[in-house]
């Protein structure tokens, strides 16, 4: 292998051809944004959009909060008012019981006063009875008693007779007189009893009466309660379609700071890359390539290992002759065939010609170059390296005017760009 001559200081060229081969895989993911201070620009603006989302959830959340504490006091006042309608139901119910019992009571002393009243009746009937046969009696002895007496005389009965028979008269008034005084006393006592049990009759249905009252104002109280609950209800009601508003806002807010926080995500990383591609493209600018050291070029391109590895391989001949024709590294070369050459180390065989090598592989276009790709000119064909420069067997002349070299990869009009290695 021969290497001779100094690489000259190609820190101007290099920045420039560094610079379009590391910003070029980049160029897809960033057209939005042409520079790191635009990209910036959209961060910010981005970074304010999630700001406001976030401040916006939080008030709405707050909001929320609010609406949440209000519900949470309305269906404890619903579930207050329901115990108390539960309790007025329970009064009611008792209230009814009590009526009812009371109404049996009435009932009982209906039928105590019917009875008594039936007595009284039986008792008054006894009495008038008892008056007419003492009348009739006192009558019979009045209008008979003269001849009675006077036929006992003249027949001889004697006055001993006489006496016994006014005796039993007597006798029998008496008895007729303590009989309706008997008649007179039991009337009294029952209609006593009758007026008694009308006063407690009319007791009873006074006590019903204010059951009734207290039942009518537990039944009307019952009744506020329940537009009470009514009015809770739909307050309630009210309250939870406004919570479920604050959820669609809430979440339409989140979505918005979802989004706004993705194209953060993406921007930064956007801005990372550019950023890298800028300190690498200022590596280059204040970098001095030291004599046939182009390793540095090839590994700061993007591209595969496999292709970065033909780059360096091929770059290991920079010096050596060239020769039309010819076939070997060392005692010369031509441009087919330093490129079949190099790639049949990697196992690769392509054909020998410039011209047939620009149908081989697939085709690609200079923004996605890679190291390892064959650059086809007219009648010529190339290895690039990376940062915009190529290996290749040039011409007859001397190194570092001909033969194998490193030279900018658009020092002629690029015909086709072909991959090899897929």
């Known amino acids: 292998m021969r290497k001779e001559g100094a690489v000259r200081k190609l820190i101007g060229g290099l920045c420039l051809a560094f610079a379009i081969g590391i910003l070029c895989p980049f160029a897809a993911s960033v057209s939005h944004a042409s520079s790191i201070k635009e990209l910036q620009e959209q961060i910010k603006q981005h970074q304010e959009e999630l700001n406001k989302a976030n401040k916006k959830t939080a008030e709405l959340q707050d909001k929320q909060s609010l609406i949440e504490e209000l519900i949470d006091d309305l269906n404890a006042e619903i579930i207050n008012t329901m115990t108390c309608i539960a309790l007025k139901e329970d009064e009611i119910t008792e209230k009814e019981a009590e009526i009812a019992d009371k109404q049996k009571e009435i009932e009982a ?16 009937a006894r009495e008038e009875q008892q008056k007419e046969d003492m009348e009739v009696r ?56 009758w007026n008694q049990l009308e006063e407690e009759k009319k007791e009873l249905q006074a006590q019903k ?21 009514e009015e ?29 926080k993705t194209k953060i995500q993406q921007e930064q990383r956007e801005l990372k890359k550019l950023e890298d591609a800028e300190k690498k493209k200022k590596a280059i600018e204040n970098m ?23 780059a360096k391989y091929a770059l290991q001949y920079v010096g050596n002759p060239y020769k039309h024709a010819g076939y070997s590294f060392t005692d010369g070369i031509d441009c087919s ?16 010609s410039s011209e047939t090598q620009k149908k081989e592989g697939v085709a690609v276009n200079y923004d996605n170059i890679e ?52």
């Open 109 to 124: 002393k209906q039928d105590e006063v019917d009875k008594t009243e039936q007595e009284y009746y039986a008792a008054k």
């Open 138 to 193: 006192a009558r019979r002895i009045y209008e008979t008693g003269s001849s009675s007496f006077l036929t006992m005389i003249l027949r001889g009965a004697g006055f001993g007779n006489l006496l016994n028979r006014l005796d039993y008269a007597e006798q029998l008034y008496t008895y007729d007189n303590d009989t309706l005084k008997s008649y007179e006393a039991a009337k009294k006592r029952t209609l006593e009893l």
């Open 209 to 229: 009466a204010t059951f009734e009252e207290e039942k009518t104002a537990l039944e009307l109280a019952k009744k506020e309660l329940s537009e009470q609950k």
């Open 232 to 260: 809770l209800d739909a307050a309630l009601a009210v309250r939870k379609q406004e919570s479920a508003e604050f959820d669609n806002e809430i979440k339409k807010a989140k979505q918005e700071a979802n989004v706004a």
């Open 288 to 310: 001095t390539i030291a004599d046939n050291d182009y390793t540095a070029i090839v590994d700061a391109a993007s591209g595969s290992d496999l292709g970065k590895k033909v």
């Open 337 to 352: 065939g330093f490129t079949k050459k190099v790639y049949e180390q990697f196992g690769y065989t392509i054909s020998r």
């Open 371 to 422: 190291p390892g790709d064959i650059i086809c000119y007219s009648g010529h064909v190339a290895l690039y390296i990376g940062g915009g420069k190529i290996v290749h067997a040039s011409n007859s002349k001397p190194y570092p005017q001909g033969g194998i070299k490193v030279s900018d990869a658009k020092y002629r009009t690029i015909l086709t760009i072909r991959r090899i290695i897929q």
